[in-house]
């Protein structure tokens, strides 16, 4: 059975596959889109939304400039891609633009959110990074109501998180008022919007429609086979766009190629690699397959996503005062308000046994701690769910978690010590602007340093996870996938996570996954039209 014929064929409904789209069909391309899942948005609709844009042009970005951009860059990303940098940061602000003039989303500077690695040359303290503008999704075409959902979800804005940060700050009623009326922020509003563009330009989209080969001839890129509840079926087009995000969601991929001491994925559970396995029959080069955006993640009880667990990200709660992490001894191994790539690479150091630093790892912390700030699935009062630990007191905490009781306590009283003298002599937290972003701005001193000294106390498990592998075929600054010998595969291109990201183990700032999903998917759609 043959389906009708496209121009291109994308696989994979994020925010990569999606950019891709809208440039193709708002070219006049005959563009399908599938997506393997019932529901739309990929891993991009599970996150927080935000992109980060060097050189953009906006007030709040004012002084930055290309070098200062690709020298930060070099000293992040793997620079054996150096054209990808210089690539992505002069096309960059072209794709914003683009999509707000072809889609309804609009993009909303964070001044104030720093970049990552702030003791780099290059380094700016806010302006590169965009959030989303709320979108109703009853503006949208009736697809955008299909874009999947993250467990505990609400339509909060970044600037709003700013202004509020804690639970007792957060104007619920507007927050659930927002969510009735179908107002979407983050990932689930910036794929609503981007697909509201490619339909409108004349995209078709299906779901439940899952690639299963990339067909080639003497020319290139023929057709595709893909598998649906009808059966397979075959899709002849001279341009395919892999944009099936990462491989991390199957268990023998994640454990056979990323660090030992990964726990979770975070990706949506379709991403199970399909682009890696079309690389292998096609003879195609891949690179970077042990590398991936890592982040520190719980896993709550009910937490699921189509069926699977699901874990969630651990980014805000790390930088305030009255906690710590410890490993499996009871010992800090690390400044806990890290940028969280950077928290997820020191989890996976081994020490002198082979073990994983963060094998066993909790966050410990008190009372003080549960009445301010907020934590997965805790609430302020009431009963204490199962995936948290409590105790009266820390040798008793320590004994619930399996760990020395005299480590724990010694470890606590030397934190409480620093918070004393408001200095980490240990890991320096709080003293760069990173770390100060997440800590407490209504309390004196280190805004990151508090005690842990208002029983009961609590501990919940820390896992190493990940958000997206990087592993994949690797492309041209256009997006086309190149063969092992270095040769173009006319026709074939791959964007996202779903292609060698040339990031290496670096993540420059927040929002960094989907901006260079999105240039590249933008770039490849623009190629696709002029070939």
Request: glycine share 12%; proline share 7%; charged share 20%.
């Amino acid at each position: 059975m043959r389906d009708k014929d496209f121009d291109v064929v994308i696989a994979g409904s994020g925010a990569a596959g999606l950019t891709a789209a809208l440039a193709a069909a708002t070219h006049g391309r005959r563009t399908l889109v599938i997506e393997s899942a019932s529901e739309l948005g990929g891993t991009t609709a599970l996150s927080g939304g935000r992109v980060w844009i060097p050189v953009n042009g906006r007030p709040e970005n004012a002084g930055d400039s290309a070098d200062a951009a690709n020298q930060y860059l070099d000293q992040i990303f793997d620079t054996r891609y150096q054209p990808m940098i210089r690539t992505f940061v002069r096309e960059a602000a072209a794709m914003a633009e683009f999509v707000e003039k072809q889609s309804p989303h609009r993009f909303v500077v964070c001044p104030n959110y720093p970049d990552y690695h702030q003791d780099r040359a290059g380094a700016t303290r806010g302006g590169r990074c965009f959030d989303v503008a709320p979108i109703d999704l009853g503006e949208l075409v009736p697809q955008a109501r299909s874009v999947r959902q993250p467990p505990g979800y609400t339509p909060i804005t970044h600037a709003e998180w700013e202004k509020w940060r804690y639970p007792a700050n957060i104007d619920t009623e507007a927050l659930t008022a927002r969510m009735a009326a179908g107002i979407r922020t983050g990932g689930v509003g910036l794929t609503a919007a981007l697909l509201d563009g490619a339909v409108r330009a004349g995209a078709t989209v299906r779901t439940n429609t899952e690639l299963t080969a990339v067909l080639t001839g003497d020319a290139g890129v023929t057709g595709v086979r893909v598998r649906t509840a009808e059966g397979e079926q075959t899709i002849r087009t001279t341009s395919v766009v892999l944009a099936t995000g990462a491989f991390d969601a199957s268990d023998e991929l994640r454990k056979r190629l990323l660090p030992a001491g990964l726990g979770v994925s975070a990706s949506a559970p379709g991403n199970t690699g399909i682009a890696l396995t079309v690389a292998e029959n096609l003879g195609l080069a891949v690179d970077n397959l042990t590398e991936g955006w890592w982040m520190p993640m719980a896993q709550l009880d009910d937490d699921t996503v189509d069926g699977t667990p699901y874990p969630r990200g651990l980014v805000r709660e790390r930088g305030v005062p009255r906690q710590i992490v410890v490993n499996r001894h009871g010992h800090r191994f690390l400044d806990e308000a890290l940028p969280y790539n950077e928290f997820g690479k020191a989890m996976h150091r081994t020490g002198p046994d082979g073990t994983p630093a963060g094998n066993g790892a909790h966050l410990i912390f008190d009372q003080g701690f549960r009445d301010r700030y907020p934590l997965p699935g805790l609430p302020a009062t009431g009963d204490v769910p199962s995936h948290v630990v409590t105790a009266p007191d820390l040798a008793t905490l320590a004994g619930r978690i399996g760990v020395e009781q005299h480590c724990l306590a010694e470890t606590v009283e030397r934190w409480n010590g620093f918070c004393a003298d408001g200095v980490d002599h240990d890991f320096g937290r709080g003293e760069n602007a990173y770390d100060r972003y997440y800590g407490d701005p209504w309390q004196k001193g280190n805004p990151c340093l508090g005690p842990i000294d208002r029983p009961p106390y609590y501990a919940m498990r820390v896992q190493s996870g990940v958000i997206g592998s990087k592993g994949g075929p690797v492309t041209d600054t256009a997006g086309r996938v190149l063969t092992r010998d270095g040769a173009v595969l006319p026709g074939l291109y791959a964007v996202g996570n779903a292609a060698a990201f040339w990031t290496g183990d670096g993540y420059p700032g927040p929002g960094a996954t989907l901006a260079v999903g999105m240039t590249f998917g933008y770039l490849a759609g623009l190629d696709i039209t002029e070939h």
